[in-house]
């Protein structure tokens, strides 16, 4: 059984660019999650998807935005890049919607970006 | 929000020393999870813990959960190089809340 694939795994970017990365969950899984991993501030949340509608999002900025598709794939995207996006971007995907319990999540390598 | 502290922030062992890492909050928990991410990886969950006082073992490491709920510990016997990584506790509510982690370095 795969797992969660995230693309890419490392990328560069400039300020002020955007960029959009990808993350694949375990196959039948509706949910993804979206966190952020930065040294001075841990792992944070992002953002959670289920069937294809925002379920719930974190204390970011309206630069960071995400959608997923029908087959449950889902894209974050970051636009007007700032050096402090740099960070490894994680998504995680689960089986069930938090509404219906605590869910158990499966994490990807995540993404690596650094922004110049 | 409730906010989830790990002591020691980073730990650096030779093998075959025990060690305990803590997670604490000033909140009840209802339950917490406990993650070990490895450099270059994603979190991966280890264990989680409901019940007040519970204890649960996993190979050599064992996971306690405090009698008031606000506050686990996880202790590795004999710890080996393979258990380098970064240790993560988590509240799982409707979002992941990870603690600021304790960074372990076994070595040979």
């Known amino acids: 059984k795969a797992g969660v694939t995230q693309t890419p795994r490392y990328l560069i970017k400039t300020r002020g660019q955007q960029v959009t990365l990808s993350c694949s969950p375990i196959?039948?899984?509706?949910?993804v999650s979206w966190y952020q991993q930065t040294p001075g501030q841990g792992l944070q949340f992002l953002f959670e998807?289920?069937?294809?509608?925002?379920?719930n999002k974190g204390n970011f900025p309206g630069r960071f935005s995400g959608r997923q598709f029908s087959n449950s794939r889902s894209e974050m995207n970051v636009s007007t890049l700032e050096l402090g996006d740099s960070a490894l971007y994680l998504c995680?995907?689960?089986?069930?919607?938090?509404?219906?319990?605590?869910?158990?999540?499966?994490f990807g390598s995540g993404t690596r970006l650094t922004v110049v | 929000t409730q906010l989830l502290e790990q002591s020691p922030q980073f730990l650096s062992i030779q093998e075959g020393e025990n060690l305990t890492v803590y997670c604490n909050s000033s909140?009840?928990?209802?339950?917490l999870q406990w993650y070990r991410q490895e450099p270059g990886e994603g979190p991966v969950l280890l264990v989680t813990?409901?019940?007040?006082?519970e204890v649960k073992k996993l190979k050599r490491l064992t996971f306690q959960f405090g009698d008031a709920r606000k506050d686990s510990s996880l202790h590795i016997t004999a710890a080996q190089p393979g258990d380098t990584g970064l240790y993560l506790c988590?509240?799982?509510?409707?979002?992941?809340?990870f603690g600021t982690g304790t960074r372990l370095q076994v070595f040979p």
């Open positions: 995680a995907s689960s089986l069930a919607y938090i509404g219906g319990g605590s869910p158990l999540y499966t």
């Open positions: 998807y289920f069937s294809e509608t925002q379920r």
């Open positions: 813990v409901v019940t007040g006082g």
């Open positions: 196959s039948g899984h509706r949910s």
């Open positions: 988590a509240l799982n509510t409707d979002k992941l809340i």
């Open positions: 909140s009840v928990f209802s339950s």
